[in-house]
Nanobody, 111 residues
Framework: QVQLVESGGGLVQPGGSLRLSCAVS????????MGWYRQAPGKQRELVAT???????IYADSVKGRFTISRDNAKNTVYLRMNSLKPEDTAVYYC?????WGQGTQVTVSS
């Protein structure tokens, strides 16, 4: 059974930074791609960033140049480093592995 646990969210001022983590268990982590998604109240869940097993990365235009996705296969963990945060980044952030979702972590960007 695959289990994903997101962490690292919180309240941050505009222009600040956060690093999110997603720990995966119950899977051969290294051979699968990983994705970060987010969902704001009343809006559809959207793709933020992905990283393949080979290290290829894709970012949504809204976060390109500000966010960085990375993975540590030895720790079965994927990260999302978020810099220059904007109020529009406020959402619950989820990671995805083999089509399975974690419970999400709340990110709130406000002064």
């Amino acid at each position: 059974q695959v289990q994903l646990v997101e962490s690292g969210g919180g309240l941050v001022q505009p222009g600040g930074s956060l690093r999110l983590s997603c720990a995966v268990s119950g899977s051969i982590f290294s051979i699968y791609g990983m994705g970060w998604y987010r969902q704001a109240p009343g809006k559809q869940r959207e793709l933020v960033a992905t990283v393949t097993s080979g290290g290829s990365k894709i970012y949504a235009d809204s976060v390109k140049g500000r966010f960085t996705i990375s993975r540590d296969n030895a720790k079965n963990t994927v990260y999302l480093r978020m810099n220059s945060l904007k109020p529009e980044d406020t959402a619950v952030y989820y990671c995805n592995h083999q089509g399975c979702w974690g419970q999400g972590t709340q990110v709130t960007v406000s002064s």
